[in-house]
Every structure is written in C-alpha cells, then in structure tokens.
C-alpha cells in the first residue's frame, strides 16, 4: 500500500502544499523555511514532465531553479533572509541569484495552479485550452516571440487529459479532489511568495 501511495505524485504534491499553506496563512506570519518550501516545489517537477515537449523549457527551467533554492536551503534556513542577503549583495536581479531563482519557481507554481483551475472546468479529453491559458496567463508576458511561438506549436503534441491522469496514476475523481486541494494551497503559498518580494519594493515583473 505504501509504495502505491509513493507512486501518486498529486497526493505528495498536495500534502507537502498544505503545510506550506497552514505557515502562509498564519496570522503572525513566521518566516517560511527555505527548505519546507524548496522539497514542495521540487515534488511539482513531475507535472512539468507529464506535460510533454509543449513545456520542456519549463520543465528544464524550474527542476535547476528549485535545485538552486534547495542547495542554498543548507546554509540560508528561511525564504525572507535568502532575499535579504541577495540585497545586501546587490545581486537581486542578477541571472542566477537567489532570488531571481524564487520568483521563476513562483511562477511555475502559479502556471501549475492556473493549469488545474481550467482543467477542472474544462470539458472533454483535450488539455489544450487548459495548458493554453495558463501558458498565456503566466508565462507568455515574460516571453519573447520565438519561445511563444515554439510553446504554440508544441501544444498539440500535450497528452490527452486521461493519458496525463494515466501518468499520475490517478482516476478522474480522485485527481479532481487532488488538483481542488493544490489550487486551494497553492493559493496562500504564491501570496506569501509575492508579498515578500513587494514588501522589498522588487516588483514581479522581471
């Protein structure tokens, strides 16, 4: 039973987000762990894998990203002072930095939330419409025209709703209940995420 459980990555997914969720939305807020934040997000990896080659840059993208928080996550204990020090370093905005790193993984938990949002009211097999919003939603202002363009193009190669949920080993009720809880965890996470960086005045859009 238990390696059954250890083979359904929407159930970890979910698990390890609610935790993040219940620090989130806690009224004094504490610092979130560096490391709590960078294992939840690393456990989404896998859906940028299911997606196919429509979101292989993403993929790439956010497994070095989320490698890059979990290596810091030895030395650097909670999100607010990996921002600080990048601060005091002024290397904020620079390619590589920590903080640059966090922002991108923020985004790809967001694409992933909008992507299950329109899932779940999506009707029929296709995830195209679903994976489409959410690319242009997220992703695409951030994008130049030749990334848009090949990420087009790769949509109609995205495997079929029930291939995905095949892959995830799930069925439809149970992936529906799963990707509900993702996108009612994720929500607080993502905030959380963006109030410490408006709250260093560094903006979300770069």
Known sequence: MGSNEADKPLRRIGAS??????VAKQQQQPAMAAGDFSR??????????????????????YVAKVNDLLEAS?????????????????????A??????????????????????QILVTEGN?????????YAQVFAPH????????VG???????SKSQLLKKLNEDENSARAQMQSFVRSSGPVILYVEDLFTSKNLGLDW
């Open 17 to 22: 987000f609610e935790q993040l969720a219940a």
């Open 40 to 61: 939840a997000c690393s456990n989404v990896s896998v859906l940028f894998g299911c997606l196919g080659i429509a979101f292989k840059f993403a993929e790439m993208d």
């Open 74 to 94: 030895k030395t650097i204990s909670t999100l607010p002072s990996m921002v600080e020090l990048d601060i005091q370093k002024g290397t904020v905005r620079q």
């Open 96 to 117: 590589g930095s920590h903080t640059r790193n966090l922002l991108r993984v923020k985004r790809g938990i967001d694409m992933v939330k909008v992507l299950f949002e």
């Open 126 to 134: 296709s995830l195209k419409d679903a994976a489409s919003k959410a």
């Open 143 to 150: 994008h130049g025209w030749a990334i848009r363009k090949a």
């Open 153 to 159: 193009a790769g949509m109609y190669a995205l495997p």
